[in-house]
């Protein structure tokens, strides 16, 4: 059975042709992981270099929000993304694997990058080895995780352009913004406005749902005085948007 073969049930009548979904969204998730870990391999890095107690905790108390987004990442794709791939196109079979793979050895990073920082704001950082082994797991992170929206992006994305329209995917999306909690919003808001380049913050900003804009709007500055001390940039730039 070929990719384009679709089970007969799985389709929708239409009327005319339908919208081809809009991944901007996806795809901007992907981004912001990306700049992450790159921040954050870049972060203990310089701590290394430069010792700072009030960074190394800093860099500790964003992680802790950033470890719940991976989290929910990952689950959301296993439980309303994935599934449906699953379920409507017959090749998804032949990615299952490594995505299923993949998952669960970044979820161990995941949950080991945790107690390494930890560990290293315990030590001001001035432990060698403390400071070795927060390297050496965010490193391991953001290459796994590099090669892995790699292949999303090339092999699994495509495939709900292919084969769902505009309406089913907007199931999805939705299905997927209210699985996030409340509390877990005012970091998921900042984060990913303040990951991404700013004319596609500003972008995702402008068509975001009315709540996500509250959330972005209350949450911004604290997010940006975090980052600021954990990664150095300056707060007024670091929340997608200018921070007035």
């Known amino acids: 059975m070929t990719e384009n073969t ?13 919208a081809h979904p809009d991944l901007t969204e996806y795809r901007a998730m992907h981004a912001a992981l990306r700049r992450s870990n790159d921040r954050l ?25 950033y470890h ?4 929910a990442h990952h689950r959301i794709e296993d439980t309303i993304f994935f599934p449906a ?4 196109v ?22 080991l990058v945790a107690p390494a920082l930890d560990r290293l704001a315990a030590t001001g950082p001035t ?41 089913e995917y907007g199931d999805f999306q939705t299905q997927a913004r209210r699985s996030v909690s409340l509390k877990k919003a005012f970091f998921f808001a900042p984060w990913l406005m303040a990951s991404l380049e700013p004319a596609a913050a500003a972008s995702l ?4 749902p009315l709540p996500l804009k509250l959330i972005h709007r209350a949450a911004r500055r604290r ?9 150095g940039i300056p707060a007024s730039t670091n929340a997608g948007t200018p921070v007035r």
């Open 6 to 18: 679709r089970p007969h049930h799985a389709h929708r009548p239409t009327h005319g042709a339908p």
């Open 41 to 65: 391999v870049d972060a203990v890095v310089e701590l290394r270099h430069a010792p700072n107690p009030a960074r190394a905790r800093a860099v500790r108390d964003w992680y802790r929000g």
């Open 68 to 71: 719940d987004e991976l989290v």
């Open 85 to 88: 791939l699953a379920e409507r």
């Open 90 to 111: 017959p090749t998804y079979a032949e990615h299952h694997p490594t995505l299923h793979d993949d998952h669960e050895r970044l979820d161990d990073l995941v949950g």
């Open 127 to 167: 432990s060698d080895s403390d400071r070795d082994r927060a390297i050496e797991v965010v490193t391991a992170l953001r290459d796994l995780m590099s090669s892995h929206l790699d292949f999303e992006d090339r092999e699994v994305l495509p495939l709900f352009e292919r084969h769902f329209d505009a309406e």
């Open 205 to 208: 900003l402008q068509t975001a």
């Open 223 to 231: 997010y940006a005085r975090l980052t600021a001390l954990a990664f």
